[in-house]
């Protein structure tokens, strides 16, 4: 989206308090008004994906890959970060990193990813996550990582269902 096509769609959530923003000199950050609303967007989702049959049918169309990853569950991903078994890549922007993030993930951009392979020690399953089930970029870390010979496995979920499965976040 442009700009100013973003700015619109921040203002009007503004006005709904759906968002607030914070002003720092020239830049202006948004967050959700409350966690309430994390909570709604995650339950308006899965009805969505309950009563529309579309919604799995597209989703597969976006990430076509979809099917040939292997998952890993929040339960499962928290008690092998407690047990050091596994590397967590976030493959969000370095922005999103930054506000917020699971404990212990490092922050690989998708789009810096093959710059940065050296940097990635073997020996370890990495796991990606992004945004959610909606959301490409961890799919698309998965399958360079796989490429140079990595084991990989994927979160589905992102920040927001970590956080209402009532696990904590980093910043």
């Known amino acids: 989206m442009s700009i100013a096509n973003t700015s619109q769609h921040l203002q009007r959530l503004k006005k709904a308090r759906l968002v607030i923003d914070h002003r720092n000199g020239l830049y202006v950050k ?34 076509s890959h979809r099917s040939d990853i292997e998952k890993i569950s929040v339960a499962e991903l928290s008690e092998r970060l407690s047990r050091e078994e596994i590397i967590l890549i976030d493959a969000r922007p370095e922005i999103e990193f930054q506000a917020g993030h ?37 799919d698309e870390a998965l399958i360079i990582l796989s490429a140079y010979g990595y084991p990989v496995k994927r979160l589905e979920e992102g920040v927001a269902e970590w956080q209402q499965a009532g696990y904590l976040i980093e910043r």
């Open 30 to 63: 948004y967050c959700l008004a409350d966690p309430e609303i994390a909570r709604l967007w995650i339950e308006l989702r899965r009805v969505a994906e309950m009563q529309f049959s579309e919604v799995e049918k597209e989703l597969e169309l976006y990430r």
């Open 102 to 138: 699971l404990p212990g993930a490092v922050s690989y951009p998708v789009d810096t990813l093959c710059y940065r392979i050296d940097e990635i020690p073997l020996g370890k399953t990495l796991v990606t996550y992004c945004r959610g089930p909606y959301c490409s970029e961890a």
